[in-house]
């Protein structure tokens, strides 16, 4: 059975950090680029940042760089996004996504989400 469990979002305050995690069971973890996206209430779910399957590769969205760090420890099969300096307009759902592509198959899951609000 395949999860992907997100945890750690909460309630800061501007200026303030997070660490999100994202515990992976049930396939071969990896094997997976893993990406955070996010959800801002009436948005669209938006990409934060990825990390190639052996973690050598990272990519951010414009408005995280400098704030936000992607990282992964295949051996504990969790992802994790450091978020520092948070703003307001961090606010949102953060989803874990792992994807994968062999051969003409796509494996693509998600988490259900961990709500992150940043007010003061």
């Known amino acids: 059975q395949v999860q992907l469990v997100e945890s750690g979002g909460g309630l800061v305050q501007p200026g303030e950090s997070l660490r999100l995690s994202c515990a992976a069971s049930?396939?071969?973890?990896?094997?997976?680029?893993m990406t955070w996206y996010r959800q801002a209430p009436g948005k669209e779910r938006e990409l934060v940042a990825t990390i190639t399957s052996a973690g050598g590769l990272t990519n951010y969205a414009d408005s995280m760089k400098g704030r936000f760090t992607i990282s992964r420890d295949n051996a504990k099969k969790t992802v994790y996004l450091q978020m520092n300096s948070l703003k307001p307009e961090d606010t949102a759902v953060y989803y874990c996504?792992?994807?994968?592509?062999?051969?003409?198959?796509?494996?693509?899951?998600w988490g259900q989400g961990t709500q992150v609000t940043v007010s003061s």
């Open positions: 996504n792992a994807h994968w592509l062999s051969g003409t198959t796509v494996y693509d899951y």
């Open positions: 049930g396939f071969l973890f990896s094997s997976y680029v």
